[in-house]
């Protein structure tokens, strides 16, 4: 299973894998039955989650139902638990949505929910991120996770996501980092996915993160609050939900 997963992910165009995914994983799924692990996003219960990965698969991380991996479902629980998202229902910017969050957010914000990425067909408007097509002060909240990493000019898209949110809003800006890294390592020299892949740990990626990334996102103008919400869990939360250790880069403009 793991070897297959690994498979398909390295040699399937994300954009194919993303329209045909949500019916096969269920079945998959029918493997795990049980009730020792619970996705918080969506609610079923497994015996244990799908592993998944690039480079090495990881044990327990893909909900079969929702999709939603281990970064999802601790994003989850801080939306519901830490902020007023769902009660406030902001005007809010979604940039490469994941689908295990898409049906939910649209439930609660309606048309406020704007969707968009380059090439996802889950998002409802085609940009570029390097080059927002939003009027400035456009938007209350803006989620963007693990996609910088793939992105040519990393710091031009800050820049945007900064342009298009009001003062007084906030975003989410996930990212893989390095933590043995100081600084990003990034070689524009670098192009083959085989050699991304040994060098960023993933053949569409064009950096490597260290921990110079919150400093990134200050210089585009951002306040940048780093969260290690797994902290703020109990040890039966992080078993059951099927958690592990992601920083929660909570960024707000002034």
């Not at 000019?153 to 890294?181: K, Q, T």
């Not at 100081?182 to 990626?205: K, V, W």
Request: charged share 30%; proline share 5%.
């Amino acid at each position: 299973m793991k070897g297959a997963i690994r498979y398909v992910l390295n040699h399937v165009p994300r954009r194919y894998i993303q329209r045909v995914v949500h019916f096969v994983t269920p079945v998959l799924g029918l493997a795990y039955v049980g009730r020792r692990e619970q996705c918080p996003v969506c609610g079923h219960h497994y015996r244990k989650f799908l592993p998944y990965g690039y480079a090495v698969s990881r044990e327990n991380a893909l909900c079969p139902w929702c999709l939603a991996l281990e970064r999802h479902r601790l994003l989850w629980l801080y939306l519901c638990n830490e902020t007023d998202l769902f009660e406030a229902c902001p005007r809010l910017l979604h940039i490469a949505p994941e689908r295990c969050f898409i049906r939910r957010l649209e439930r609660v914000l309606g048309d406020r929910y704007v969707t968009a990425d380059l090439e996802s067909p889950l998002a409802k408007v085609k940009m570029d991120i390097q080059q927002i097509p939003f009027e400035a002060n456009s938007f209350d909240v803006v989620f963007c996770n693990h996609i910088l990493e793939h992105v040519e000019d990393d710091r031009r898209a800050m820049r945007e996501m900064f342009r298009i949110l009001r003062p007084g809003g906030w975003g989410i800006m996930l990212s893989p980092v390095n933590y043995a890294r100081e600084h990003t390592y990034e070689d524009s020299s670098i192009t083959t996915p085989e050699a991304r892949l040994a060098a960023f740990g993933q053949p569409d990626h064009v950096r490597d993160y260290g921990r110079d990334y919150a400093d990134r996102l200050v210089e585009a103008g951002f306040d940048v609050e780093e969260i290690d919400y797994v902290k703020y869990l109990t040890e039966e939360q992080v078993a059951r939900y099927g958690l592990r250790r992601e920083i929660i880069y909570l960024v707000r403009k002034r």
